[in-house]
């Protein structure tokens, strides 16, 4: 990346020395815009040249092939409301095409450097600890967990100490799922490496937040044109950014928190607020704002009566149910999420928001309708959003195409008969218990049959 504008930061450190104390599984947009800059940061803060990364990919050869290409320095160009800026991270240090090569990530991780294992597989990988709507497939050819289980023995064997396995997917107590993942296939092989590993491994939860919408080729040739850089594998995402780790490692943990990484005790109730505020958030944008004919975040956001929803839903729906978050005050947190959400400069695409419906439903939006409708509180954007959804489902039966929901093939046939009864539908989704409240059934039956965002309505 020779012939680099002035505006754009260069690592300070020296790359080629920096020694890879961690394997990350998942080397996609999020990863390289969020985790990476911290070590990034943390190298170039000169407190540490031990936290560089071993990347790899589980289901694509693309990315990691493109970074390797460029000695895995890659761009981040981080969009303000008012600014935008540019920076090159130099912290992966090696690439592991994992699809072609599922052996050698297992020897990266078993070498003795490695301290810390990360993971951003996405949440229908967790299947074995996390519910799913029926008709997922595993999203990756090579599964992580094996992989894990793999390096484990193979420490465990050499008489070597385990590393931590840290779980940096967006989904609840994603710490206590990975373990339960590891676990299970521990067992399966040999219960006595799974008795070692419940001794002596540790799974941190963590809440990762930093909205990161697509790079698109337009972005790379702005790059060339006002910066003369030419990245393949460019990244672009919003200014702001927030980690929260569990302070629970078994061997050397990093130090994050030299670089603004917020280690805690207990890491739930930062989960349960980013993912009720800011994801169920996004889901009722990507689903209401789609119906609505928006694009993108921004679109939506210029929606006066959509964004007046989303702020409904968020301070009287969400807000008053969840646990105390300490240090955070979730007034000041929603106002702040409005903000993100309105970014001109950072259009977040909706249909982005949509895709993996059936996931996002149950992980994002159903943990908060549940609150509501069991403390028989104020939930009507909520319903409103699971209602466009199943309507999404039904206008997917007219053009199967372009179907985006991972379990289309089950659920669209329900949501055809859902305006009828739609219970069968909310059992075969995952929210079975909310099919037998019939106060809560009836709401949703009448906005499927009236096609009205009640909410909305309310609101204009």
């Not at 969020?34 to 990364?53: E, F, N, P, T």
């Not at 050869?61 to 935008?84: I, P, W």
């Not at 050397?252 to 980013?274: N, T």
């Not at 210029?302 to 009287?316: P, Y």
Request: proline letters at 7%; aromatic letters at 4%; one cysteine or more.
């Amino acid at each position: 990346m020779s012939g680099l504008g002035p505006d754009v930061e260069v690592p300070s450190y020296d790359v080629a020395s920096l020694r890879p104390g961690i394997v990350h599984l998942g080397t996609g947009a999020f990863h390289r815009a969020h985790q990476a800059v911290y070590l990034h940061d943390l190298a170039q803060s000169g407190v540490s040249d031990r936290w560089g990364v071993v990347g790899s990919s589980l289901r694509s050869h693309t990315t990691v092939r493109r970074l390797a290409r460029q000695d895995g320095l890659y761009s981040v160009t981080e969009v303000g409301r008012e600014s935008r800026s540019v920076r090159v991270v130099g912290v992966l240090r090696d690439q592991v095409d994992a699809v072609a090569d599922p052996a050698a990530l297992v020897r990266r991780m078993a070498d003795p450097q490695t301290q810390v294992v990360t993971l951003t597989i996405t949440a229908p990988a967790y299947a074995a600890a996390v519910p799913t709507p029926p008709g997922i497939p595993a999203p990756s050819p090579v599964d992580a967990f094996d992989l894990v289980v793999d390096a484990l023995a193979r420490r465990r064997r050499a008489g070597r100490g385990p590393f931590t396995v840290m779980s940096c997917d967006n989904l609840p107590d994603n710490g206590r799922a990975a373990r339960a993942c590891v676990l299970a296939v521990a067992e399966a092989r040999d219960p006595r490496l799974a008795a070692w590993v419940e001794r002596h491994v540790t799974f941190p939860s963590t809440m990762v937040d930093r909205i990161t919408p697509p790079s698109d080729a337009e972005h790379g040739a702005w790059l060339r044109r006002r910066h003369g850089l030419i990245d393949a594998a460019p990244v672009v995402c919003e200014s702001f950014r927030q980690w929260v780790v569990e302070d629970s490692f078994c061997a050397e943990r990093p130090p994050l928190d030299a670089v603004g990484v917020q280690m805690v005790a207990d890491a739930r109730p930062f989960v349960a607020m980013k993912t009720s505020l800011l994801n169920a958030s996004h889901v009722a944008l990507g689903f209401l704002g789609g119906r609505a004919g928006h694009g993108t975040t921004a679109d939506a956001m210029r929606d006066q009566v959509l964004a007046a929803t989303v702020s409904r839903m968020m301070r009287l729906e969400v807000t008053p149910l969840l646990a105390h978050v300490p240090g955070v005050d979730l007034d000041a947190y929603v106002a702040d999420l409005l903000g993100r959400f309105a970014n001109q400069a950072l259009a977040d695409p909706l249909e982005r928001l949509r895709g993996r419906g059936s996931v996002r439903v149950l992980n994002y939006l159903a943990p908060p309708l549940r609150r509501a409708v069991h403390a028989g509180a104020p939930r009507a954007v909520l319903t409103d959003t699971l209602a466009a959804w199943i309507d999404q489902l039904d206008r997917d039966a007219e053009a199967p195409e372009v179907a985006t929901d991972p379990a289309a093939s089950t659920l669209v046939p329900l949501a055809r008969g859902a305006a009828h009864d739609v219970r069968p539908f909310l059992v075969a989704a995952g929210l079975g218990d909310l099919a037998a409240v019939p106060a809560f059934v009836a709401s949703v039956q009448r906005r499927l049959t009236t096609g009205e965002d009640q909410a909305r309505a309310a609101a204009s």
